[in-house]
């Protein structure tokens, strides 16, 4: 079973940037990934999914434009470079990986899961 590993966390003020990292213990090309963040009393939400190739991508309409992801499959790691960050955007943040073809946006279409990293925007 394939082990995540999120990284790349922590507190920024508003308008700021910050890149998380997500490293494959093993079997990362050729699965499709997403991130996943899930804020204090709400639910997991949608952020962004990559196809295993890097063709396709698509991004929740909260982030879209200010949010960016990749992948590096010869680092078995996936990225999402945050940008213009908001209070809204603060939350624990998970990628995963799903063993299902096609772009998938919800979260029990995703098998695999890392432990999360905090996201924290001061404003």
Partial sequence: QVQ??????????AGG????????????????M???????????????????NGASITYADSVKGR??????????TL?????????EDTAVYYCARSRLA???TKDSEYADWGQGTQVTVSS
């Avoid at 995540?4 to 003020?13: A, D, N, P």
């Avoid at 997403?34 to 295993?52: L, S, T, Y």
């Fill in 4 to 13: 995540l590993v999120e990284s790349g966390g922590g507190l920024v003020q």
């Fill in 17 to 32: 940037s910050l890149r998380l990292s997500c490293a494959a213990s093993r079997a990362f090309s050729g699965y499709n």
């Fill in 34 to 52: 997403g991130w996943f963040r899930q804020a204090p009393g709400k639910e997991r939400e949608f952020v962004a999914a990559i196809k295993w």
């Fill in 67 to 76: 949010f960016a992801v990749s992948r590096d499959d010869a680092k078995k």
């Fill in 79 to 87: 990225y999402l470079q945050m940008n213009d960050l908001r209070p």
């Fill in 102 to 104: 096609g772009l998938r």
